[in-house]
């Protein structure tokens, strides 16, 4: 007798992929041929939701900078969700210049969301 168990529903996770990706500007076409599938087997992770591999859900998260967390612990508070993750990834690319600027912004914002509050 086979335990009963929830199917995991990937379609949260294929709009997350695919948000990412036309945030890159990347086709599918140029996605599938870097990580050697084929478009349309993304393009059915992205709008169906189907199962991808390990090894294609391991290469799309980690290229995209996509926290997992958000998906299978969506009821937890996570330590960096995938808005951190690609801040993160495009703050490593920037000079101490920018990291600077970058910097001053934010305690800008922080400052004028606390006196809004």
Known sequence: MKRPTPV??????????????????????TVG???????????NIENKGQHP????????????HISVDQFFFADESTEKNTQ???LDALLDQMSDRDLK???????KIVELESAVE
Do not use: C
């Not at 041929?33 to 393009?43: K, N, V």
């Open 8 to 29: 995991y529903d990937f379609r949260a996770f294929g709009q997350a992929i695919k948000a990412a990706r036309k945030s890159r500007n990347e086709s599918r076409n």
């Open 33 to 43: 041929r870097e990580l050697f599938i084929s478009p349309r087997y993304l393009a």
């Open 53 to 64: 591999s390990l090894q294609v859900f391991f290469d799309l998260v980690t290229r995209y």
């Open 84 to 86: 951190r993750r690609q």
């Open 101 to 107: 600027i970058m910097t001053a912004a934010a305690a």
